[in-house]
């Protein structure tokens, strides 16, 4: 039974939360032993919530994941794990993970208590609200940031980080969105109606507009980063930028991999190499001053 409650959990989606630790990279405190050990735990507080999350999520969507070609594996709809033990788990859990997030820091306990109020307002209303439903979805992407701020003193992180936090997440979101409707008209089973009120030319109009705007505002935040006023060397990271964003839309629409964010992730070596080659060009040329002027 644990092992089909940490299934539920979807710890793989728990790669998301990584992104709590931008605030601490862009503003310069990875090699702080405090700041980046106060990350470490708020990274661990968010994983926990957002299982529950998911818990919560299966729960609520249990028939309808019965139809579902895929979704009707996982452990909730399959019956490897009762919905009476899940729902008792998905109450006790916060109780106990909670305390500690105020204990951590108070504005955090805060704004955890506001991420599982949003996630919970998405699981039983939000998701059935065309275009609101990804943008719920963009601002848990943007409040893991928010509450990476706050575990450590915020002095140089860049308010346009936020901004491209926003478009990416819209960009996989709808991404996601395109690839379930695509498996719901091969298989001709209506598992989610949310995806009634989409179609693949408007998904597809959405994502062209996201994908131009997030490649715009990220480097409009490498023309103006705070912590290098006299280095334009972050304009560097660019490219590796759009290969990314390009990888993804590749992925989506010529290999037709499934659009979880997560999933792509884990699997594509290409992707993975772009992320990882920008990652290392951001820090060396915020910690190690490498540039122009």
């Not at 409040?143 to 990476?148: D, E, K, P, Y």
């Given at each position: ?17 990584v ?5 601490l ?15 470490l735990?708020?990274f661990?507080i ?12 299966d ?27 899940a729902?008792?788990?998905a109450i006790?859990l ?16 805060l704004?955890?208590v ?12 939000l ?31 860049s ?5 491209c ?68 060397a ?20 010529v ?17 993975q ?21």
């Amino acid at each position: 039974m644990i092992i089909a409650l940490l299934k539920t959990m979807r710890p793989k989606q728990w790669t998301k939360n990584v992104i709590i630790f931008a605030a601490l990279v862009f503003d310069e405190k990875l090699f702080d032993i405090p700041s980046l050990i106060n990350t470490l735990f708020g990274f661990v507080i968010l994983c926990f919530i957002s299982g529950t999350v998911y818990l919560i999520n299966d729960i609520v969507d249990i028939e309808k994941d019965k139809a579902h070609p895929k979704k009707r594996h996982r452990p909730l709809p399959s019956g490897a794990i009762s919905k009476k033990t899940a729902t008792i788990i998905a109450i006790i859990l916060p109780l106990i993970i909670l305390p500690f997030s105020f204990l951590l820091n108070i504005n955090f306990g805060l704004l955890m208590v506001g991420y599982l109020l949003l996630q919970l307002a998405y699981s039983f209303k939000l998701k059935h609200v065309v275009i609101i439903d990804v943008f719920t979805i963009a601002a848990g992407f943007v409040i893991r940031v928010g509450s990476g701020a706050l575990l450590i003193d915020v002095s140089r992180f860049s308010p346009w980080l936020y901004v491209c936090t926003t478009l990416l997440a819209l960009l996989l979101g709808f991404g996601k969105r395109r690839q379930e409707l695509l498996l719901v008209e091969n298989s001709s089973q209506a598992t989610r109606p949310i995806l009634n009120d989409y179609s693949i030319l408007f998904l597809d109009i959405l994502m062209t507009t996201v994908t131009s705007t997030t490649i715009m505002a990220y480097s409009l935040y490498t023309f103006s980063a705070p912590n290098l006023p006299d280095n334009h060397a972050m304009m560097l990271t660019i490219p590796l930028v759009i290969y990314s964003v390009f990888r993804y839309l590749q992925l989506i629409y010529v290999q037709k991999s499934s659009g979880d964010p997560s999933e792509v992730l884990l699997k594509d070596h290409p992707l993975q190499v772009g992320l990882m080659l920008w990652g290392l060009s951001v820090i060396a040329i915020l910690y190690f001053k490498l540039g122009f002027s």
